[in-house]
């Protein structure tokens, strides 16, 4: 409680927004219907246009047309119709059974200046965009959505996250729910585009984006071209795990369906990614990845345990500070937790697998409740993570009811980059006492 009072009275550039606050009475919303978007553009225009981080002053844009002779350009500046700056990129496509994809381009533009809006035009033709980049200190906002979907709960989620500013979107996995029915695909790419076009968008994959049929072995093909993600920049020889910098934030993006035992690429990938983070330049460590290691949840239980095993040493030695996953269609919050027990110098693991999934709500805990679990709840809606300096951070999930986002949990972080005991106990058992508010 002192840590909500004392907090927003030092950190006198940041002020919390008054948001509607939960109420006790609410009820579990029922699964949402699937939406379906249409195609309503010129073959020769952008649709389902994304854009996400590559490197520290470098976009990657992203989008498809059904010409195949459309060029994979594009043009940007600071001002509104004035384009001083033309890019050209690459293009791919690919086939899935009788399915055959549009021409999907990704261009990579920059040098670009940190909190600055640009707008741009895809391909020399249709409608305008624009983002803004993110900013090169602190603060900056994270928007935090798994399991996404295509519902109209998944509209209600992204209309929600639309009403607040924000500068990056982390998605642990579970993107369309396409589960191998490609038009579902495009669809996704058309109704997230409004948010995936004015804001960097960085995903890892689930479940639901494996896509493996025995004439298609490989899978994570529809991921893969559509979604490409700064794996190379990161030293990653995979797109399904990688990791990026942004305003003194580095962000792991691990792969829950590809090896992660101790022989594994991705393992070895993870142990020399840790390595060469500097907490003095970069004091914040997020960890995104699908399935849960921690989980009270009676829906897939044990999924992410041997990935808990292999990896959660290299995250607890490295200190990082939050770990967020999909998966389960709900919400909950860890304590700071290490080999299942209340640890301060271990990760706080939040579960928020909630964005608009078809396949509804994940409604039954195991009960008693853990010690370990602090809340816990079954509904949509998506998660904030505002890092204020080097030290503080605020994390809020905002329920969706019907019109309103509706804060339903919040915390106050403290960096465990600025724990001398921790740092002083690295390879040592480190006993716990701390309150619940501050973590």
């Not at 893969?224 to 794996?231: F, I």
């Not at 009676?298 to 999909?326: I, N, P, W």
């Not at 301060?344 to 928020?352: A, D, F, Q, S």
């Amino acid at each position: 409680m002192w840590a909500r009072i004392i907090f927003p009275l030092l950190l006198t550039n940041f002020v919390l927004p008054q948001l509607p606050q939960a109420r006790d009475d609410f009820s579990r919303q029922p699964a949402g219907q699937v939406i379906l978007t249409r195609h309503d553009r010129s073959d020769s225009d952008p649709q389902q246009v994304h854009i996400s981080l590559l490197g520290s002053d470098h976009i990657r844009v992203s989008w498809i047309t059904d010409d195949r002779q459309a060029p994979s350009m594009v043009e940007y500046g600071t001002e509104s119709g004035r384009y001083d700056v033309k890019a050209r990129g690459v293009h791919t496509s690919y086939t899935y059974f009788q399915y055959s994809s549009g021409k999907i381009h990704h261009v990579k533009i920059g040098p670009l200046e940190p909190d600055t809006t640009y707008f741009y035009r895809c391909g020399e033709s249709g409608p305008e965009f624009s983002f803004k980049t993110p900013p090169s200190t602190f603060p900056i906002e994270f928007v935090v959505v798994g399991d996404l979907g295509q519902t109209d709960w998944t509209a209600s989620t992204l209309e929600h996250v639309g009403g607040q500013d924000y500068d990056v979107f982390l998605l642990p996995g579970d993107l369309s729910y396409a589960n191998g029915h490609q038009p579902l695909w495009d669809s996704f790419g058309r109704l997230v585009e409004p948010s995936a076009s004015r804001r960097p968008w960085m995903v890892t994959q689930g479940n639901h984006d494996i896509e493996i049929l025995p004439n298609h072995p490989k899978g994570f093909v529809s991921y893969n071209s559509r979604w490409p993600m700064p794996y190379e920049e990161s030293g990653s020889t995979s797109n399904l795990y990688y990791s990026f910098e942004v305003a003194g934030t580095h962000i792991i993006m691990l792969g829950s369906y590809t090896d992660f035992d101790v022989d594994s690429a991705q393992y070895k990938w993870l142990e020399a990614d840790l390595a060469r983070v500097d907490r003095n330049k970069t004091p914040w460590i997020l960890v995104l990845l699908h399935a849960p290691w921690y989980n009270t949840n009676t829906a897939h239980q044990g999924e992410g345990e041997s990935m808990r095993q292999s990896m959660e040493e290299l995250l607890y030695k490295a200190r990082v500070d939050v770990v967020f996953a999909g998966h389960v269609h709900a919400y909950e919050r860890f304590t700071r937790v290490y080999d299942n027990e209340k640890d301060k110098c271990g990760p706080v693991y939040i579960t928020i697998g909630d964005g608009g999934n078809r396949e509804g709500l994940a409604l039954e805990y195991e009960e008693p409740a853990s010690p370990l679990s602090l809340y816990r709840e079954p509904s949509f809606g998506h998660g904030r993570f505002r890092i204020l300096n080097e030290t503080h951070a605020f994390w809020s999930w905002h329920r969706n009811n019907d019109a309103d986002a509706i804060v339903a949990d919040d915390v106050w972080f403290e960096s465990l980059s600025t724990s001398k005991a921790c740092w002083d106990t690295v390879d040592e058992e480190v006993p716990s006492s701390f309150s619940k508010d501050e973590l």
